[in-house]
Structures are given as C-alpha cells and as structure tokens.
T-cell receptor, first 111, second 116 residues
C-alpha cells in the first residue's frame, strides 16, 4: 500500500524555467509534509516542509503547495538551476516520528 | 555534510551472513532512525530509537535488529542475509522525539549493502 506516490519518475526542464514536482497521498492522518533532495552517493537533504494547517510555504526559490481536499502537494522551483538536478523525495508524517516517502522524481535541469 | 556519519560506506557479503551497520547522530540529537531504500523504491522506515529506547517500529524484518547505545550511536544488525536485503540503508537523526516538521530529520550518506 503506497501511501505517498510520486507518479513522475523523471522531469526535465530548462535552466531559468519553473520546475514543478508533484506528490499524492492517501492517508488522511498525515499532517506534515516534507521535501528532500538527494544527490548520488549522498543521503537525502531536507529542503522544505509544510504543515497541514497551511496551503503554501515559501523558502527562497522553493515553494510547496498543499491541497488537502485533493490530497496533493507540489514543489515549485523558480528559477531552476543546473545545481538543482537531483532526486526529489516527497515525505509525510502522521503525528508520529516516522516519515513515509514517495518513490522519488529525478529532476534534470538543462543549461 | 549533515553531521550524521555512517560506516561502512559499502559492504559486500554472502547470503546467510550477518552484518552490522553503524550510525553516529549529529551532536545533540537524541533520536536515530533507520531507513531502507531498495532499487527504484522510496525510503522505507525501519525503526526509531530515542535516547536509548525503541520508540517506533516500521516494516523491519525479524532478522533485523537495532540498538542505541549510551553515547547515542546506533547499530543495525542484519542476519541470515538474503539476496533481497541488498539495498541502501540510511540512518537519520533529529533533536527530539518527533521527527516531523518541527524536528527535522538529517540523513547520513548511507551504507550500500550487496548480498551475493
């Protein structure tokens, strides 16, 4: 039972354009959502998070949007840079300590 | 550098063997989490320890066990290894008990286990 799904295994965008990564979840008990970025041979790095009481959180070039009714969240990166090329994981928490991760989306930003 | 260290970086062993993976959390962090990432899959939560005590358990096999020592480092023991146990094993740490938004989990670089 995949409670957090990232349906796009890969995404390719041009430098300077917007990258939009999507994530869907099924568990209504999830109340915190996070995005992690992962480079090869490294562990995931925390990027940005959002509580279920909000619908948007912004941090520099990164914005996360949460649509609770649709059980959908997205990460927007504007403008995209080649250094953003990495695997992005969506994760969710249900008031507990564990994180439930999606399968990841490989983002490639072309110069 | 997240401040979380894991050893060894790579481990190659045979089926039926037993291995121990080690994790040192960031200074000041009391919680340690273990995750498994198999090929083309997301990270699967295995187990959490907080200040030496087990706090949460995920999809951890009975052949696997973990512990957290008084100095807060943690070890994940994998026994009777099978081919399907080949994966990346990540350790994460956080300050408090709850590893959610307000208590960010920081990940180590992982240990790549290959079972032949």
């Amino acid at each position: 039972d995949q409670q957090v799904k990232q349906n796009s295994p890969s995404l390719s965008v041009q430098e300077g354009r917007i990258s939009i990564l999507n994530c869907d979840y099924t568990n209504s008990m999830f109340d915190y959502f996070l995005w992690y970025k992962k480079y090869p041979a490294e562990g995931p790095t925390f990027l940005i998070s959002i509580s279920s009481i909000k619908d948007k959180n912004e941090d520099g070039r990164f914005t996360v949007f949460l649509n609770k009714s649709a059980k959908h969240l997205s990460l927007h990166i504007v403008p995209s840079q080649p250094g953003d090329s990495a695997v992005y994981f969506c994760a969710a928490s249900d008031r507990g300590s564990r994180l439930t991760f999606g399968e990841g989306t490989q983002l490639t930003v072309n110069p | 550098d997240s401040g979380v260290t894991q050893t060894p970086k790579h481990l190659i062993t045979a089926t039926g063997q037993r291995v121990t993976l080690r994790c040192s959390p960031r200074s000041g962090d009391l919680s340690v989490y273990w995750y498994q990432q198999s090929l083309d899959q997301g990270l699967q939560f295995l187990i959490q320890y907080y200040n030496g005590e087990e706090r949460a358990k995920g999809n951890i096999l009975e052949r696997f066990s973990a512990q957290q020592f008084p100095d807060l480092h943690s070890e994940l023991n994998l026994s009777s290894l099978e081919l399907g146990d080949s994966a990346l094993y990540f350790c994460a740490s956080s300050v408090g008990l709850r590893g959610g938004v307000t208590d960010t989990q920081y990940f180590g670089p992982g240990t790549r286990l290959t079972v032949l």
